[in-house]
């Protein structure tokens, strides 16, 4: 693509505001800001949009918003009457022009004969799920970039199972929008005119009483919560999200008196004041949530992104500091207390399987299987977890307790077929609840996971290739890789190597390859001698390529020293 004639065509075009045609004229002398914003269109694909706010083709914009709720449109025009009746739900996190982006997407719809189902204000990724199954819907949009810096916005679009839009789908809104005139090709009407006529419906609390009605269903044991109510305290941040609502209030259902919500961080904010990023992956986001729990002597802290699809914790060690659990450990504590929860409450399926991605944890896999239960692999983001559980409800060969990724995001029911920190927010609640009716903090259990399954330790690094040069880049690295198999990784051999693209694994020794079942990812994943993992993935939806490394040792700190050897030979892999 010519970027200086797209960027010339977008001035020219007459369809910008004097705002907009301000920002494209400021950057008229720089040509690298030029080429960022208008290489090539923002790519769509099963994750939807994904980009830094701004006025241009390559970036989230009423523009190419438009152009993709025209593609959706047209998709589920193609399915007929009865899809365009069904309608599409609609809901939207606290970034910059959310609400703005979503109402726009509802009157798109409607211009094109869709009934949209909005909600009245900003709700969490997994209610717009459920509401998708909820109400019968064709497909569903979220208007959210999730953990991502205050920059960026996104376009999540999801079909009628409530799972985001699968391959073939997503392939057609793709080609529909290359085939729709970004400024003249986009139809749209009033929204009140629409709310009027029926074609645009408001989606109020209703819908939350639903949906919680829901979510506590899966709550397992929540008798323990009533035994330490009195006592138990903790503190809740929702990183100025969507989680600001229904997280306390599901907290108060299960049983809690004693809420502590951050109050400064309670405040709807898309540029997100109080943190440098809104992802509760990061200690540092959470300074001001360990100053409540310290004044009010708290053991838990529970944080939630500003989509509300993420969960993270801190906890008191033993020596009285607050440490942060990784996605891969609150996962394992989740999956051991739900399997034994189970069995104590006589709730456990005939077939119980719990799922998990391919850069998840092992120590989970230990910890089901050590207990009786199945445990699958599938491909990173939950709508390949989504699509596991749909094939469970065909085949009837399994029935599955719990889903989780390395990557903070859990879930639990049948109710949505999105990672949820509303029902991952109870659980762990729940689950301390549990433990404190054994004198034990989350703390104290977790070190007994390592006792009980073995000493696993993981590390995932994000390296950054941003702009057109990264994009080159991260496509000749893999190309290098499958041309040139690595043989070792710092200092350990590598014994079997895994192209999830072909979908085969190489034995090293002898040559010898093997089909695998999941196939078709642009993922290299090595198995090192002494039962290592290291794998290498570039991100489906930012400019990095990231490398997980999975090391299981005799003791934590051997586990530990493994992974501190093999980061160092990633960063010199993967450059």
């Known amino acids: 693509m010519d970027f200086m004639a797209e960027y010339k065509h977008w001035l020219e075009s007459g369809a910008l505001s004097a705002e907009e045609h301000a920002e494209l004229q400021s950057v008229a002398d720089d040509k690298e800001e030029i080429e960022s914003r208008f290489y090539a269109p923002l790519s769509f694909g099963t994750a939807g949009l994904r980009g830094v706010l701004g006025v241009g083709l390559n970036r989230m914009n009423r523009f190419t918003v438009g152009q993709a709720a025209q593609g959706l449109a047209k998709l589920i025009v193609s399915n007929g009457q ?226 509300a699809d993420r969960t993270g914790i801190v906890l008191k060690d033993k020596s009285g500091e607050y440490v942060t659990l990784s996605g891969n450990q609150v996962g394992v504590l989740l999956t051991d207390y739900i399997i034994t929860a189970k069995k104590l409450t006589n709730t456990m399926p005939a077939h119980p399987a719990v799922l998990k991605s391919i850069v998840t944890t092992e120590m989970a896999r230990a910890a089901a299987e050590k207990n009786g239960v199945a445990c699958f692999d599938t491909f990173t983001g939950f709508k390949f977890l989504a699509e596991k559980i749909k094939q469970f409800e ?20 049948d109710y949505a077929r999105d990672k949820d920190a509303v029902t991952a927010s109870m659980l762990i609640a729940e689950m301390a609840a549990y433990y404190r009716t054994q004198g034990k903090t989350l703390y104290d259990a977790m070190e007994e996971m390592y006792e009980k399954y073995g000493y696993y330790c993981e590390q995932t690094i994000s390296i950054v290739m941003p702009g057109v040069s990264g994009l080159q880049r991260m496509k000749e690295l893999m190309q290098e890789l499958r041309d040139k198999p690595l043989t070792a990784v710092g200092p350990d051999k590598v014994d079997f190597t895994r192209d999830y693209m072909p979908g085969t694994r190489t034995c090293m020794a002898d040559g010898r390859v093997e089909p695998m079942e999941l196939k078709g990812q642009n993922v290299m994943y090595y198995e090192l001698e002494g039962g290592t993992t290291f794998i290498i993935r570039p991100s489906g939806t930012e400019p990095k390529v990231k490398v997980y490394i999975m090391a299981k040792g005799a003791n934590k700190a051997e586990a530990e020293a493994k992974v501190d050897v093999l980061a160092a030979a990633a960063k010199e892999i993967v450059k």
């Open 82 to 307: 009865e899809a365009m009746d069904r309608g599409v739900a609609i809901a939207y996190d606290s970034r910059h022009f959310s609400p703005e982006f979503a109402k726009q997407s509802a009157c798109i719809l409607a211009a094109n004969g869709i009934k949209a189902l909005i909600f009245d204000e900003l709700r969490p990724t997994p209610e717009l799920s459920f509401a998708v199954r909820h109400y019968g819907c064709i497909a569903g949009i979220n208007i959210t970039a999730s953990h991502n810096p205050k920059e960026y916005n996104g376009y999540k679009v999801y079909w009628e199972d409530g799972a985001q839009l699968p391959p073939a789908e997503a392939d057609v809104v793709a080609k529909e929008m290359a085939a729709t005139d970004i400024f003249t090709g986009v139809k749209t009407t009033d929204f009140d005119e629409a709310v009027k006529s029926g074609m645009i419906r408001i989606l109020d609390k209703q819908t939350d009483e639903a949906y919680l009605g829901e979510v506590i269903k899966v709550a397992v044991n929540p008798d323990c919560v009533k035994q330490v109510a009195d006592d138990f305290k903790l503190v809740y941040t929702p990183f100025h999200g969507a989680g600001y609502r229904l997280v306390p209030e599901i907290l108060r259902r299960l049983g809690y008196k004693h809420i502590i919500c951050e109050p400064e961080q309670m405040k709807i904010d898309g540029d997100f004041p109080t943190v440098k990023n809104p992802n509760p992956e990061y200690k540092e986001g959470f300074y001001l949530a360990i100053d409540l729990a310290k004044k009010n002597d708290v053991d838990l802290i529970i944080g939630t992104d500003p989509d």
């Open 394 to 413: 065909k085949d009837g060969s399994h029935e599955y307790i719990f889903a989780f990724e390395e990557s903070y995001g859990y879930l639990c029911g």
